[in-house]
Antibody, heavy 117, light 107 residues
């Protein structure tokens, strides 16, 4: 079955960077773009950006300009999200989601990133 | 950035009743709207996309009306598993945005 499996929870100090992985299975990896969505506690989901898994092109929200990077490893069917300059406002659940083609039909289980001194 | 406003924030109903959830966009988004259901501790689940198309496996008690800037999700005859938080999401303009959610709780 189609599945996205993410890496485990992270605890980081302010100013640090975090890297979250998302491994796809059950479908042809390069057929679908993957989106990163985060959700702070009690808040609405927020789209961070996406990566075209076929050619590696990316697009991110202006809100994260200069702080976020999306990469992929096609040999491992895995995409990565790296967020730098962490503050307490980055504490959230981070999800990868498959875009089909504009909506998110499959989601990872989420990775909790906690930023605290 | 397109702002989506959902109402009400909380809706208290009993199983078997009909639920009506609203989503209003700050500008016209044609029919480029989706609805998701989220239960505590889980990722959102796609219910309906492009305003009126049900995702795979979604029962026909879920339907949507509206276009342009005003949309309504209707759940006829609520089942116990329908009590959750519902979000609308637009894909008309980047960044794609979500509404703040409507929590559907058991009365």
């Amino acid at each position: 079955q189609v599945q996205l499996v993410q890496s485990g929870a992270e605890m980081k100090k302010p100013g640090a960077s975090v890297r979250v992985s998302c491994k796809a299975s059950g479908y042809t990896f390069t057929d679908y773009t993957l989106q990163w969505v985060r959700q702070a506690p009690g808040q609405r989901p927020e789209c961070m950006g996406w990566i075209n898994t076929e050619n590696g092109s990316t697009k991110n929200s202006q809100k994260f300009q200069g702080r976020v990077a999306f990469t992929r490893d096609t040999s491992a069917n895995t995409v990565y999200m790296e967020l730098s300059g962490l503050t307490s406002e980055d504490t959230a659940m981070y999800y990868c989601a498959r875009m089909n083609p504009y909506y998110f039909d499959t989601w990872g289980q989420g990775t909790l990133v906690t930023v605290s001194s | 950035e397109i702002v989506l406003t959902q109402s009400p924030a909380t809706l208290s109903l009993s199983p078997g009743e009909r639920a009506t959830l609203s989503c209003r966009a700050s500008q016209s988004i044609s029919n480029y709207l989706a609805w998701y259901q989220q239960k505590p501790g889980q990722a959102p689940r796609l219910l309906i996309y492009d305003a009126s198309n049900r995702a795979t496996g979604i029962p026909d008690r879920f339907s949507v009306s509206g276009s342009g800037a005003d949309f309504t999700l209707i759940i006829t005859s609520l089942e116990p598993e329908d009590f959750a938080t519902y979000y609308c999401q637009q894909r008309s303009n980047w960044p794609y945005t979500f509404g703040q959610g409507t929590k559907l709780e058991i009365k």
